[in-house]
T-cell receptor, first 111, second 114 residues
């Protein structure tokens, strides 16, 4: 079935440290894996995405890695800052038609 | 500003009632998606329309229906409302039919059923 599991559900890290959020997906045919950030009371916004023909992608302090064999992908945020505090959602496409989201990770950066 | 407009921003109604949520996609986007976000929950995919036609369906209840009009705006109709329907309903749009590109979300319509 179409399932995306996301861990942890909450994460607190000291400012300046790194944060890692992990997701697994069920459909080996999934080919697109975006990450969205939702600040409190705001709309979700895309921060980075990766396609199945790539193993890693970086954008400044944010990176995503994909392991197709294990069917999991991870978000890495380095040198965390207070403005990184938000809920992060991973997602995966199923059959190129449905984008299924994980249950979210509430990240809190401790000053 | 994502360019996606949703109305109303807030709506309070009673159980058993019917409401309509409206969404205008970004200029040029042909796909419209509806998502439901309950308190402390993830984003549950409801339905997608592409250029006026239903493209994909998620866990949308039979009491809910949607459509996309010729001008590409979309409406989500929720009927026989129950307390559990209280949620934030997001509309998103994209420039493609398949789910392989960025979704631009509106600010959401917060529905409270009393």
């Amino acid at each position: 079935g179409e399932n995306v599991e996301q861990h942890p559900s909450t994460l607190s890290v000291q400012e300046g440290d790194s944060a890692v959020i992990k997701c697994t997906y069920s459909d080996s045919a999934s080919n697109y894996f975006p990450w969205y950030k939702q600040e409190l009371g705001k709309r979700p916004q895309l921060i980075i995405d990766i396609r199945s023909n790539v193993g890693e992608k970086k954008d400044q302090r944010i990176a995503v890695t994909l392991n197709k064999t294990a069917k999991h992908f991870s978000l890495h945020i380095t040198e965390t800052q207070p403005e990184d505090s938000a809920v992060y959602f991973c997602a995966a496409t199923f059959g190129n038609e449905k984008l299924t989201f994980g249950t979210g990770t509430r990240l809190t950066i401790i000053p | 500003d994502s360019g996606v407009t949703q109305t109303p921003k807030h709506l309070i109604t009673a159980t058993g009632q019917r409401v309509t949520l409206r969404c205008s996609p970004r200029s040029g986007d042909l796909s419209v998606y509806w998502y439901q976000q309950s308190l402390d929950q993830g984003l549950q995919f409801l339905i997608q329309y592409y250029n006026g036609e239903e493209r994909a369906k998620g866990n949308i209840l039979e009491r809910f229906s949607a459509q996309q009009f010729p001008d590409l705006h979309s409406e989500l109709n929720l009927s026989s409302l129950e307390l559990g329907d209280s949620a934030l309903y997001f509309c998103a749009s994209s420039d493609r039919a398949g789910n392989t590109g960025e979704l631009f979300f509106g600010e959401g319509s917060r529905l409270t059923v009393l």
